[in-house]
């Protein structure tokens, strides 16, 4: 498993209608081909800063299956307007403690 650990910073007075929004979005990131799950967090301390993580079976997953589908470009025309900067994209994976 993949963790994709995405930092957002929405433009001021968006947060609503991106959050809307993002929930319409959302069902495009659950059809893909290896999406397990995800979950969107709203910053206490910073305004408009979000957390999105998303668990994908395997890096190709993400970087290839969805980066390169019609649902990516679907994705990216909904949600890519709300940002004041481009998302920091980085995947992380477990280690047994």
Same mark, same amino acid.
């Given at each position: 498993m993949i963790l994709e650990a995405v930092i957002l910073h929405v433009k001021p007075g968006l947060e609503s209608d991106f959050e809307a929004t993002f &929930? #319409?979005?959302? #069902? &495009?990131i659950s059809s893909m081909d290896g999406y397990l799950s995800h979950e969107l967090h709203k910053c206490i301390e910073v305004k408009g800063k979000y957390l999105l993580l998303v668990r994908w079976e395997t890096l190709e997953s993400h970087t290839v299956g969805f980066r390169n589908s019609a649902e990516f470009q679907e994705w990216k025309k909904l949600l890519h307007h709300f940002y004041e900067s481009f998302p920091t994209v980085e995947h992380f994976k477990e280690i047994e403690i």
């Open positions: &929930i #319409k979005a959302s #069902k &495009i």
